[in-house]
């Protein structure tokens, strides 16, 4: 009898040792659709599933009830077009020459031919699609707005575009589908230029009387929209976005994406252009958060986000696709416009308990909200494990049986899927050499040129200083106590480890 028992317990050990087998052995075969929601600014304190109370947030908080909720998880630079370059190329800003923040008439900033993650998707069967916020560039150095614009996001892997040109404060204030200006008339042709205006048309510097919403700094060039922008245009006036709709017109191409591609495998990148300034919530938010339009445009982006996963439940896809909800860097309130950000701040926090903010090498920069959803897969939860929008592609790659092709992205996926508490081991956070780096629990950032302060609008700490700074955050979340001159044989530990990631090639 007791030799009967023991051979019961074996099988029934076996047969659930071989069924988790099973499981991870299926989840690497099956080819889920992969939606990425990025909000442009938002901070980890904006949400309410990290703690915000003075603004919530239902829908991405579902996405974080239903799915993992990342406690360490990062965009590896504290402004947009490095983080969006990391995301898409797998490789750390640093590496890319001009991987900054672009002017609105700049050119494509990746290289042609090497791998990205929609090319890598793409390769292993998907539709891969971007609608929303781009700013990575556009076309070459002598781009004709009015003609073909390539290349751009088709050439890096994406089969579909929708994208704002640039940025919602940048010229051409335009939509670009493909490789065309949406809505654009022959007969108006759109000229842009950043170096000087064109004879006859307003700007905010000269015109404010024509303004709805006045520069605190800069933004006083070309005006559309009672919105003085960053850069001269000309022309195209049928093409022109308006604020107000933004939102709702990347809903819908989003929406009509997913219907259009709901029996294939789909990977959809939703760039949302919320936070960022300008803040023009559509007039069914303005004044809903009262904390001015930048609450607002938050309620609206959390809105748009629950818009989507009904849109997935209504057409069955929930427990087959993927969704991930981040953001491309830390928050900030002034950001050129006089919107009652800081008047109306309130009790709001949104760097939470972290220092810094966009801009800024402290953690509030790049330590961003994070979230993964697999209705049916994902078993609800957080994590601690330290992951990196940077490590979607090969992490996606082991997923899809692909091979990755990038230089610094790491298979986190057991993470991602909740499988794992481990992710990656160490993570360079920052752009050009002006770098800060994480191991562990803790953070060095080594001395560094240049001011203190972002300036007196902005009123950022840049984390910039002439010493080593060294914290562990586990133990000081909000980076107040510099262990550098206690513990100086971890920071030149560290300063080795993060030298050999530079130059590895």
């Known amino acids: 009898m007791k030799y009967k028992f023991i051979y019961l317990a074996l099988s029934i050990l076996i047969s659930i040792v071989s069924c988790n087998n099973i499981k991870e052995e299926s989840i690497n075969d099956q080819k889920p659709n992969i939606i990425i929601i990025y909000a442009d ?26 799915g993992i909720k990342f406690t360490n998880g990062y965009a590896t630079s504290p402004t947009c077009t490095p983080s969006r370059y990391s995301l898409l190329s ?35 069967g998907y539709f891969t699609g971007v609608i929303g916020k781009w700013h990575l560039g556009l076309g070459d150095e002598n781009l004709d707005w009015n003609g073909k614009i390539s290349p751009g996001p088709l050439e890096i892997g994406f089969d579909y575009s ?35 205006n064109f004879e006859g048309e307003p700007t905010g510097k000269e015109n404010p009387e ?52 709901k029996n294939e495998p789909f990977f959809l990148f939703y760039s949302l252009h919320q936070p960022h300034a300008p803040r023009v919530p559509h007039p069914r938010f303005a004044g809903k958060s009262g904390l001015g339009p930048r609450g607002d445009v938050i309620l609206e982006a959390d809105w748009d986000v629950g818009q989507l996963l009904d849109h997935l439940e209504v057409l069955g896809l929930s427990e087959n696709t993927i969704v991930i909800f981040s953001s491309d860097n830390g928050p900030v309130l002034d950001d050129g416009y006089q919107d009652d950000a800081v008047i109306k701040i309130g009790k709001h926090t949104p760097s939470g308990s972290l220092r810094g903010g966009k801009y800024s090498l402290f953690d509030a920069g790049t330590h961003v909200p994070f979230m993964v959803r697999w209705k049916g897969t994902i078993k609800p939860g957080i994590s601690d494990a330290l992951v990196c929008q940077m490590d979607f592609t090969a992490s996606f790659a082991a997923m899809t049986k692909q091979e990755n092709k990038t230089i610094d992205s790491e298979n986190v996926l057991d993470a991602l899927l909740g499988r794992s508490d481990v992710g990656r081991e160490n ?28 300036n007196k609008f902005v009123n ?3 984390g910039r200083d002439s010493i080593y700074q060294l914290y562990n955050i586990k133990d000081d979340e909000g980076q107040q106590d510099n262990l550098a001159l206690e513990l100086p044989d971890k920071v030149k530990e560290m300063e080795q480890v993060l030298n050999k990631i530079k130059t590895k090639i």
Do not use: C
């Not at 915000?52 to 991405?60: A, C, K, V």
């Open 427 to 454: 993570l360079i956070l920052g752009q050009n050499n002006i770098t800060a780096f994480r191991e562990g629990d803790w953070i060095l950032i080594p001395p560094h040129k240049g001011p203190k302060m972002t």
């Open 162 to 196: 929708y994208v704002m040109a640039s940025t919602n404060d940048r010229v051409p204030s335009v939509y670009v589908k493909n490789h065309n200006i949406v809505n654009l008339d022959p007969a108006d042709p759109i000229e842009v230029s950043y170096k000087k």
């Open 90 to 124: 797998g490789t750390y800003p640093f590496r890319k020459k001009g991987a900054q923040v672009l002017p609105g008439n700049a050119p494509l900033l990746f290289e042609l031919g090497n791998q990205t993650l929609p090319s890598m998707l793409h390769e292993a």
């Open 41 to 66: 600014d938002l901070g980890i304190g904006d949400v309410s599933s990290y703690g915000s109370t003075e603004l919530i947030t239902p829908n991405i908080d579902r996405i974080a009830n239903e």
């Open 210 to 261: 024509m303004l709805k919403i006045h520069p605190s700094h800069g933004h006083n060039m070309s005006i559309h929209n009672g919105i003085g922008r960053i850069g001269f245009m000309k022309g195209g006036k049928a093409a022109l976005f308006i604020d107000e709709n933004m939102a709702d017109d990347f809903l819908l191409e989003a929406k009509n994406y997913i219907t259009d591609h």
């Open 460 to 462: 950022i700490e840049t």
